[in-house]
C-alpha cells in the first residue's frame, strides 16, 4: 500500500527493497494506488518493477461504483498472455469478454455481452482523469485546501456539529 488515506505506507522502502532482492520466491507484488493516492509518475515506476498496480474508478472519479482495474506490466500481460489455464467457471456469470485484455486465453471462455452503463462510467472516469492530471500540481492541491477550509467552515458554522481531531 503507496499513501493510505492517513499517509501510512506499508511495507516500508527497505522491506520492498528487500522483497525485489529475493531471486527464489516466486512472487508478485501488487501495489494499492487506489483512490488519487499516486501521481501517473509513481505508477510508471512502479510498473517498470514488474508490479501490479490496482486503481480505482469510482471514489475520487465518476467510475462506476466499486469499480477497479489492474494495470499489468507489460512482463505480467505476456506471461497471461502465454498461459493457456481457463478461468474457474464462477467468473464466467460475473464478465464479459469485454472486460477483459482480448488477447488473454482465459478470457475466451467469457460471455460476448457488453455493459453499457460500466463502459460508459468508466469512460467519464478517464476523461475526468485525463483533465484532473492535466491541472498543473499547484491549482489540485490549491483547490483541495480550498476545499478543506470549506468544510472546515461549514462545521465551525453549524451549532449541531463539531469537529473532531482523528488521530
Known sequence: MDHSKLGYQSPSVKMMQEI????EVSL????D???LRLDPTDIQNYLNKGYIVSITGSKYFT???YSGALIFPECVSQQITDAKKKLPKGLTQ???HSD???NWFCSKELSDGFNYGSYMRWNAAIVEMERYYKTPILYRNMGIEMFCNFVEDSIKEAAFLEPRLWL
Open 100 to 102: 477483459w485484455p482480448v
Open 33 to 35: 494506488a487506489a483512490q
Open 94 to 96: 460475473y464478465f464479459n
Open 28 to 31: 508478485q507484488v501488487i501495489i
Open 63 to 65: 467510475g462506476p461504483p
Open 20 to 23: 525485489d532482492e529475493l531471486k
